[in-house]
């Protein structure tokens, strides 16, 4: 195991991942292609059950893959020159049809298509998990007043269920558009040398519906060796769910600095310390989605930098994918993983959120006296005339209320406890109950939509 | 003008990036607010003709706007101080009103989307007609054999209209992403200071409603102040598409070369000279596509690198933003347009694409006759017996077709004419048809669908 | 004006960066191209001053070059068109030799090369600027303890002055770096069309050289038409820079948050006002910084994407280059200027501070109390001691010295106003002042230096 | 060993990028402290060696490292956790002195730039190895016309020699730059908690010095736990490598085209093989160097766009840093070892070279033409005669010099036999020799610097 491995990713994800992982796509490829082939009755139907009995990635040996790679350009000629091998010492006649019409490309790419499957397969019930404790805080802390904040100063009170329901909504954007990848970026790549399928004569399309089916992937309309705009399209899925997951976490550690404290994450022995300040209990999660998140822009951009692939098979930039696609996936999945913990057990500190509320002697509530003000004098002028007060009640070190309270045209305009009670946070949340309202009920209304779009049940070579 | 804007950009969709267009949008949703500030019943019938007659870019100092942006920190602010200003002279009652209930980013952010709007509409048949062109191009040269290439190197051979279907296939699909795009990412921004409308009372849901009706965008759940995604997708979509047009200039300037001359940008006086090699004609919008290509990478990375947005409103990553969104926007427009133009009349030279296939002495045959004997040797044996002939035959400059008749095994399984038959390009395009066949049912398919996703009629406030 | 440039950019130079500055640029190595001809003999003596005469980008028509370019591909095309006709008007004889051995790219990149002297010689004075800004803030707060924060945590004390000494060694290193990039960067492209001088004949060389002298830049050792690692290092530099400015804009935003407040932007009338929240003073200035060092990157990564260009003239990635080279100059210059402005009127809150310190009661000196322990318990075991007072002040409420004073152990080692020190952060502030002299002392080395490396006087035509 | 891992790297510098070198970094550092805290009577003499004793990796679980790395977010807080415990076993008072002073950043950021170092050193030889080759390869070819081609089209005449001077001097001016980076990156970490070096009371620059001098690395002026531009500065050296890396590798890309071939990487059994296609021989060297300048962009753009970070000590930003800076000089050295090995064997076709120059009947002598026309007609008129006899010449697939022949202005101004002349390319290279020559003198003069940039002599515990 890597050293970093289980600060910044999520074993069940990072399995899917591994050069084991990698291989067994491509051996699945194999084995459907041979039975595709058999069924289609382009190679015999012997051969078949023959080549998938070796199609089990722990029958090779890896580090004579690796070097031979280094030769070949590339990890499926060595893979099917061993597998030819395998299958020839059982069954000489079946060896024959190893690989039969495909190049390296459709198993590399179908291959990852298997793992990225499989990845989806793990990530949508975590996802779902994460949307669910975001729907749970946003329901219970729906009428917890808390300073909101904008350009990093207090600007009005809003309540921690609006903050909670903001990050659901993303997150369940999100979770829509996973369900919507899977149409778009699980398809077949199948055409042979070139495209053309022209080493199946005229039985191309017949294997590769064949093939299509066996593997439970979306046949697409034309092989897509050098149109990878699905593969773009995948990693910048997961580019998006990882800025979500940054902006709660960015969130996450504002909130939790000393000064603010009014979140925390989940308090573990040993979790956060220092190897020097006993006090400390660093925001961990916070530190590891926004790596995830400075680390993933430059990864998208290194895939979509590589889109301009030559001609029929690109030379270099195809190859920039092999070790940046895991890498995205594993990123994102490790950051949605620990962020999920993390926001299942959030320490939330409601009084001190209140107390927050208090630190600008009335300031925060400045805009709440104008818009009321404004009814008679204007938006324009009311906010010349609270700015001015704001400015009086900085300089003495004084609550807005009484700057406000002396002023003659305030005094013509409101009696004292109109004035007072624009002071009172619950008085000016506007529509946050709605808007808390419509995230839930979209969340909920979520839940049969988000099993379908989990993948049906497949046979047992599916993936 | 800017120096390099014909060069590098569509003037029919830089004309709606400008700073004029980006005053309107803001002045647009002023003017909607207003109307539909109005139709709620919170703030007077009469205000809203009154704010919206002032509602008109051409009225406003760009340079004075440009100036109290510096103090300021957003172009919002003093453009609704101005526009206060111009609604005072003339109504004073009405002046009040204005910007009511609203927030600097709600007019920024919805301005954009009505500018992204106007941008999709123009963009959207622009794609059409690229795609129509390739199509075209797939169906005339539908049977047209070229020598496919794989790592830059002749591979097999393919036909010209199976590369015209690959790049249309994509192209295809970027319109049903663009299409979806107008479902996800044409949505209101409005939420007050913090995303609560507090300054509406209880009035929020209902101004919102109004408002979003009036400019035809869709209602949120949420405003989406520092929740990017849908920013951070549509920048995606762009880098997509762009992608893809990269792809499309790559595979030109490699056949434009001097020494392969298959395919030329169509020519024009004075279009691609040098300023000093009088014979020169380079494929300048290769360059400018490629040159957009190259760029996009970074610029999508930016935007991404801004979405871990602090609490309820970002600061420094909501403003690297503002630069960035219409540059993107504005390339691959540009990016589209030069290469539509390209495509539409792209010189394509058969001759030289059939003199090509003979460079390599049958070389490129080497698959078709490898499959032929596998069926008898089992594909392996079938590789390392011609790939040992190819061996020879590039050692002795000879024709690969006269080393395998020499060949012992060869003679036992293939007759003279038999082998002779391998080498006809004719004889080796797989499927090709049917793939090229696929790719226009899916384009034809399209037609009605694409229609339906561009945008209804709207209202002449629309945008 | 652009809306948005004087908020992002810095008009000194911004002007540098124009369309205008551009072609200047051109021209001004087409005319001592013309004065190098001469003086080497290779074109008439009187053809250099007619030629020169016209090399002033004011009779130029940018519109009539903007449109001419889209066709040409690039803008030195239709330049030395405009130019030779202009000479012609005059001197028939010498429009014969105008652009005499040159290629466009030698134009275009040389000049480039003198716009980005230009630039150079206008942030130098500024970075100085900064940098005593820095200095002064070192030395006046050498002695005021401010709460360090690791993991956006307090940690312990240190002094403000220290935390400005380290921003300052950062900015004088990127003076160094500047310093050092003149040395690297100013050097002269000249290799005609194929980077051979082949139209000069055999002298090539002595052009050239000629022309390096007159321009005052260096002659490199090879033509770099496709060999961009300078022009890569020199927007590195500036992206270098945009870093550490967004570092110190980064910390200043923490500061300035509302629990937090202990620094301030300077105030100035309308600044980081808010067009809805009276209240509001908006970090207008770490808004513009950290939006610079937010798009930095992708630029970044779009020009070095741009370094694998083709051959003797890149198609598309040196056309990438273009309009993102001054992009990334006037980001950085932009947020350079702005934020120069603020450090020399940044507003310390040192009461502020204090209060800060006071906050975690007694925390913050946990790892002061630990290392004096440690001494006779040892490191680890001292470590655990005080962590565990301090789970228990925090999970009671109570200063971390109360907590401490009835510690067994503690009680054994420390007399109780030997624990009382320990909660002074001026006892516990290490060698922050040695830091302080440190970074003071090499910023004084400096001041020659700097001054050595900026450009010494040129002839009028230089640049 | 990962499957890639031979194909994309050097195993050389690999292994100096490992976990174990990882750890093996921090604990030189741990061991190093110990020594410097001792001869400084910090920690008692006797605890150094007992410390040291320990520092070894093999000692620890790795395994155990990363499961504690995910809780304390850092893997030198269990590194030392886990010295401690070896170190007690034998010496319970040493074991007390441990880490003594540091902090976890000051043994990750120090053992990274020993794990630098050791890069460095074996970065530097391959480098000369490399530039050597290119060397060879400028002088043998010196001679040698081969097409220049600018925007992809043959341009004029060149030598392959020229060609690889560019090159070389491209390499050599990264020798220059890496020579310079150890100047500047090769500096200690040493600040303590909060860099101010609390922990060690007045002795803490006693103890810095002793350590940096131990470690044989500089002093820097002031701790840059938050200061990253050393950081970035390194990874931009490396990114700024791998550019002009791929820059040769796209070159060779394009030379050795099945229509051009006139480069080829060397030939080794079942290098560059197909899956399918047996007469493959693909430039694998070039797709990887490729793959590492396509992806090396974004990874840069990550590191940089990390710079700012919070305070004292970063959150996620600096944990971006992790993973990210061994896989930028991993990639660059792989890239680098590849290329090197494919420079000092690469196959060059001079017949091939020869006969691309013949290709367009002239055309690429249409400069040379009209330079000479050019002093009697002036430059303008020449190229407008010149190109318009390319385009008769190419309407009619005629040879350029008879068509010119033809021309009364040239009959006029040329006898035949002069004409004749101008399309001989070995007339018309103007100063390539001295290009060549300018190259080889500066490489040569390279030599002694190179080698006194290279780290002297270190002790044994140095890295």
Known sequence: MNLLEPLFRWNAVEILLSDRARLQGMLDFEAALARAGARTRVIPEAAAPAIAAKCRAELFDNEALANATALAGNPAIPLVRQLTKLVEKEDKEAARFVHWGATSQDAMDTGFVLQLRAALDAIAPELQKLSDALAKLAKKY????????????????????????????????????????????????FGGAVGTLAALG??????????????QLRLPTLPWHTQRDRIAETVAAFALLTGSLGKIA???????????????????????????MPQKRNPVTAAVVLAAATRMPGLLAAVFGAMAQEEERGLGNWHAEWETLPEIIGLAAG????????????????????????RTRGLIFAEAVQMTL????????????????????????RHL????????????????????????PAEYLGVADSMIDRALQAHNAM????????????AKNGD
């Open 142 to 189: 729906r009428a917890t007043p808390i300073a909101a904040r904008t350009w990093m100063q207090q600007a009005l009170p809003t309540t921690f269920g609006v903050k909670a329901a903001g990050w659901l909504d993303a997150i369940d954007r999100h979770r829509v558009r996973f369900g919507e990848l899977r149409q778009r970026a699980l398809v077949l790549q």
């Open 202 to 215: 005229d039985k191309g399309m017949d294997v590769a519906a064949a093939l299509a089916e066996d593997l």
């Open 250 to 276: 960015r969130d996450i550690s504002l909130h939790a600095q000393t000064e603010i404290a009014e979140l925390h994450e989940p308090a573990a022995k040993g979790r956060g310390g220092s190897s020097t």
């Open 335 to 358: 950051a949605l993983h620990h962020l999920t913990e993390t926001m299942s057990g959030l320490e939330v500190d409601t009084k001190k959120m209140k107390e927050n509320l208090e």
């Open 374 to 397: 404004a009814r008679s004098l204007g938006r324009m002028a009311a906010h010349e005339l609270v700015e001015a007060a704001c400015k009086r009640a900085l300089a003495k070190g």
């Open 401 to 424: 209320r009484d700057v406000l309270a002396e002023d003659r045209t305030v005094k013509k305009l409101l009696k004292k406890n109109e004035l007072a009670r624009l002071f009172n």
């Open 447 to 458: 839940r049969p939509k988000a099993s379908a779009a989990r993948a049906p049940k497949r």
